[in-house]
């Protein structure tokens, strides 16, 4: 059978997933399906300051070389996520006591060393993720405190100058459907756009529920793309109740089938890619009790039938 990845690239878009290095490096048949099926990946959590800086003058690439070394050698692209995020930072830099030009330092340090470590292997970066609260505020959170709006702005300039043809993208969750949240992404962007900020592409992440009906998709990404930006599917997932049962997995299919239909539908999308392969590594059972299975793959790495109705999607709209 034709992978999810020749199939896709023969429809001019990239089909990527999310990447746990520890299931990279211990699980053999899960890194076969990666580098078979997928034409590009998004490390899971090895890019995240948690995990990249256990210490003000550390950097710990370990996890990242490995995810990045096996998409070269596979062939496959990568997508660097994430530069700045309110989560998953180390406790020396949330707890520690830093003016505010120390803490603009260390950012640009930190975004700096890491795109240009991986200038020409790195072709897309998540740069901002997750900036805006649902109602379409800013959103909360260590460096808006701290640094005020403009980091936005900043780590884009500062990613820019570390590797100008990496292509630079603002991701968000929860703007997959018309409202205050999309309307204010579309708002950043514009003004970003405006103040001559080098964003390339929006990201929508894409973490959906069986019962999710993203027919405002197409619209939503056109939108985006009004404003002279790539757009991307960038951690689809369609989380459904466990135990599953087959109304579940065909309600999961559907969801899937929308999606990557949405992707093709618009000129400028560029990439679907989905938050873990397999039930057997997701972050879902951990942080939605009572629901799971929300990936392509069972648990054997057996395709479900949301596989078979992308694949079919890719092959015949
Ligand atoms: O690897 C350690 C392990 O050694 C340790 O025993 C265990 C105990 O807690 O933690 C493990 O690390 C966890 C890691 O996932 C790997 O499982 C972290 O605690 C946990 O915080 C981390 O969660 C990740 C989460 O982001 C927070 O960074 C998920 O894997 C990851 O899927 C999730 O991804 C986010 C995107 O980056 C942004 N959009 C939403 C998406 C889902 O939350």
């Known amino acids: ?31 076969r399906t990666l580098g078979s099926e997928f034409g ?32 070269v050698a596979n062939g ?21 006591s830093f003016t505010t030009t120390e803490l603009r330092d260390v950012l640009k340090e930190h975004v700096q060393t890491t795109v240009r470590r991986y200038a020409g292997r ?12 649902n109602d379409g505020s800013p959103r909360a959170g260590f460096w808006l405190e701290r640094l005020g709006e403009e980091y936005i702005a900043d780590v884009f300039r500062w990613a820019h100058e570390a590797d100008p043809a990496a292509v630079l ?8 459907t018309h409202g205050p949240k999309a309307d204010a992404l579309y708002a950043l962007v514009r003004s970003l756009k405006e103040q001559g900020v080098p964003i390339h592409g929006v990201g929508l992440q894409a973490h959906l ?19 002279d930006v790539d757009v991307a599917v960038t951690e ?48 879902i059972g951990a942080t939605y009790p009572g629901w799971g299975a929300a990936t392509l793959f069972d648990d054997d ?15 015949r709209t």
């Not at 199939?7 to 746990?20: C, D, E, N, T």
Request: with cysteine; hydrophobic share 45%; charged share 20%.
């Open 1 to 31: 059978t034709v992978s999810l990845r020749e199939l896709a690239q023969s429809r001019g878009i990239a089909f990527g997933s999310a990447v746990s290095a520890a299931s990279l490096a211990g699980d053999a048949s899960y890194a």
């Open 76 to 96: 496959q692209g990568v997508r660097g996520h994430t530069l700045v995020w309110h989560s998953s930072l180390p406790a020396w830099l949330t707890g520690g």
């Open 301 to 315: 790495l057996a395709t479900k039938p949301a596989y078979r109705s992308v694949a079919d999607v890719l092959t």
């Open 122 to 133: 790195v072709k897309f970066w998540d740069v901002a993720n997750e900036v805006l609260n």
């Open 209 to 227: 529920t069986g019962s999710s009906r993203p027919d405002q998709l197409p619209a939503l990404l056109r939108r985006f793309t009004g404003l």
């Open 40 to 71: 590009v990946v998004t490390p899971e959590d090895a890019m995240k300051w948690a995990v990249l800086r256990p210490a003000r003058d550390t950097f710990r690439w370990g996890d990242a070389d490995a995810i990045v070394d096996a998409a």
């Open 236 to 283: 689809l997932d369609v989380r459904i109740p466990v135990p599953v049962t087959p109304a579940g997995l065909a309600s999961q299919a559907e969801v899937y089938r929308q999606v990557t239909a949405a992707c093709l539908a618009v000129a400028r999308c560029v990439s679907i890619t989905v938050w873990g392969f397999t039930d057997r590594r997701s972050w």
């Open 169 to 176: 993208y603002l991701n968000e969750y929860g703007a997959e």
